[in-house]
C-alpha cells in the first residue's frame, strides 16, 4: 500500500461513510470519486438528520411549545456553528439558503434592486472570470441584461490560472461588484484572492466570492479573506443536500433590500406596506431548510473535529499523488494547473481522442465514479477547445489506492478503445 506523509487515518474516517461500502457491478467496491459534484455523508450527520425528524419536527420561530422551541434552538445553533466555522464577526451575517447559487443570485438582485451607493445601472461594470461555474456567471448576465451594466472578465491562461495582467483595465472606477471563485470547481485552481480584492477595494467595488469548492477543503476564514460577500453548500461540505449560505457584511445586509418576500422576513405588514426584520430573517423569506440546517450544523462538528488544517494537508498529498500518477498516462492531457501546487483537490483531463462520456462509462464498468462533462463551467471548455473532460476529485475519505485504480482503469480505458 501506497504510504504519503500527511494522510489522515482514511481506514477509520471511511467506517463513518456508509456508501463507500458498497459495491456495484458484480461486487465491485465503489471508488467514489466525485466529492466535487457532491460529498457522501457520515453517519454522524444521517443521525442529526434522523434525531431531528423523529424527535424535534416543527416550524421554526413561530411556536411557543416544547418542541418548536427545540427546533429553533437546533437551527438557530446551526447558525452558531456555521459563523464560528467560517470566523463571521457575527451570528447575524450567516444567511441560510438552499445552495450556493440561490446565495450568488441574491446577491445579484439585491444589488439590482438597490439605492447608491450599491445600486448595478447602466452606467456601471460588473465583473467576474472565464472560470467560473454557470452559477456566477449567469446571475450577473441576467443583471447586466436586467439593468444594462457591461459585464466584463478575467481571461485564463494557457495553464489554467487567471490572467491579471490587465486586472487595472478590468477593474475600474465604474466597477461596482467583483464576484469570482476562490477554487475553481473544474480545475482546481486556487485564485489569488489578495490581488484581486486589494484592486477592487481601490476602486471602491464589493467583492463576492464563490467559496462552494473552498469550504469542504480548507480554513476559510471570511475576516482574513476581506470580500464583502462568501457563498458556498453545505452538500459538498459532508452535509445535506438543500442547504446553502451567503455570508455577508453586516453593515450591507443591513442596507440591502430583500429579495424573496413572506413569512419570517417581516417586521410589520398592512396592505399598504411592509417592513422588513433585520438580518439574517430579513433575507430568509418563509420556512426555511430546518432539517437541512441541523444536518449542516452536524457537517460542520464531523468537520471541525477532524481539523481543516489536517484536511487540506491530506488533499495536497493525495492531489499530487494523483498529478503525479495520471501524467504516466499516455495521451492523457490535464486541463488547468499540471503540478500540486497552488490548486485543489479536483483535476480535469482528456484522455487522447477518447469522449470523456465514453471514459466514464468504461470506469463506472470498474466501479470507478468519475464526473464528464463541462462540470458547469463550459466557458472553460470552450477557451481549451474542447467538448468536456474527466474530472477525479478527492476528499478526506480519498486514498491512494483509489488513486491507483483510476489509473488502472483509464489504462484500461485505452486498452479497450485500442
Known amino acids: 500500500m501506497t504510504q504519503l506523509p500527511g494522510l489522515l487515518d482514511t481506514e477509520a474516517i471511511r467506517k463513518d461513510f456508509p456508501l463507500l461500502d458498497r459495491t ?20 454522524q450527520v444521517l443521525d442529526a438528520l434522523n434525531e431531528y425528524y423523529e424527535r424535534h419536527n416543527a416550524n421554526v420561530h413561530r411556536g411557543v411549545y416544547t418542541i418548536a422551541e427545540e427546533a429553533t434552538a437546533l437551527y438557530e445553533g446551526a447558525r452558531d456553528k456555521v459563523a464560528a466555522f467560517i470566523n463571521a464577526p457575527s451570528r447575524n451575517e450567516v444567511i441560510f439558503t438552499k445552495n450556493a447559487s440561490e446565495s450568488l443570485n441574491l446577491v445579484a438582485n439585491m444589488l439590482g434592486w438597490a439605492d447608491e451607493p450599491y445600486r448595478v445601472d447602466h452606467e456601471t461594470e460588473i465583473v467576474t472570470t472565464e472560470m ?25 491562461t494557457d495553464d489554467g490560472r487567471l490572467d491579471l495582467s490587465n486586472i487595472n483595465e478590468i477593474i475600474t472606477e465604474k466597477t461596482k461588484i467583483v464576484s469570482f471563485t476562490l477554487v475553481s470547481n473544474i480545475m482546481g485552481t486556487i485564485n ?24 469542504p477543503h480548507m480554513v476559510l476564514d471570511v475576516q482574513a479573506l476581506q470580500a464583502d ?9 459532508v452535509g445535506p443536500t ?20 413572506g413569512g419570517e422576513m417581516i417586521e410589520t405588514v398592512s396592505m399598504h406596506s411592509s417592513t422588513y426584520a433585520p438580518a439574517p430573517h430579513k433575507f430568509e423569506a418563509g420556512t426555511p431548510p430546518i432539517a437541512q440546517a441541523v444536518g449542516l ?3 460542520v462538528d464531523y468537520l471541525s473535529a477532524i481539523g481543516m488544517e489536517n484536511i487540506h494537508r491530506h488533499e495536497q498529498a493525495i492531489t499530487a499523488y ?40 468504461v470506469l463506472d464498468e470498474e466501479g470507478i465514479a468519475v464526473r464528464v462533462g463541462h462540470h458547469c463551467a463550459r466557458p472553460v471548455c470552450l477557451r481549451y477547445g474542447i467538448p468536456a473532460t474527466t474530472r477525479a476529485s478527492f476528499y478526506l475519505y480519498s486514498t491512494p489506492a483509489e488513486v491507483d485504480a483510476l489509473v488502472d482503469g483509464l489504462n484500461h480505458v485505452r486498452n479497450f478503445f485500442g
Open 297 to 299: 450544523g452536524a457537517a
Open 322 to 361: 494523483a498529478v503525479k500518477r495520471l501524467l504516466e498516462v499516455p495521451d492523457l492531457r490535464i486541463i488547468g494547473p499540471a503540478t500540486a501546487e497552488d490548486r485543489g483537490a479536483t483535476i480535469s483531463f482528456t484522455l487522447g481522442d477518447i469522449h470523456p462520456h465514453d471514459v466514464g462509462q
Open 24 to 43: 456495484v457491478h458484480d461486487g465491485k467496491k465503489i471508488v467514489y470519486l466525485d466529492s466535487a459534484a457532491t460529498s457522501q455523508k457520515p453517519r
Open 229 to 237: 460577500f462568501v457563498a458556498f453548500t453545505g452538500h459538498k461540505m
Open 132 to 156: 467560473e461555474h454557470h452559477s456566477n456567471i449567469v446571475p450577473w448576465q441576467l443583471l447586466s441584461q436586467r439593468t444594462g451594466a457591461k459585464l466584463k472578465w478575467f481571461g485564463i
Open 242 to 261: 438543500g442547504i446553502g449560505v451567503l455570508w455577508g457584511r453586516q453593515e450591507l445586509l443591513e442596507d440591502l433590500p430583500p429579495f424573496l418576500g
Open 192 to 215: 489569488p484572492v489578495e490581488q484581486i480584492v486589494r484592486r477592487a477595494q481601490e476602486v471602491g467595488a464589493l467583492v463576492c466570492i464563490d467559496a462552494s469548492q473552498a469550504a
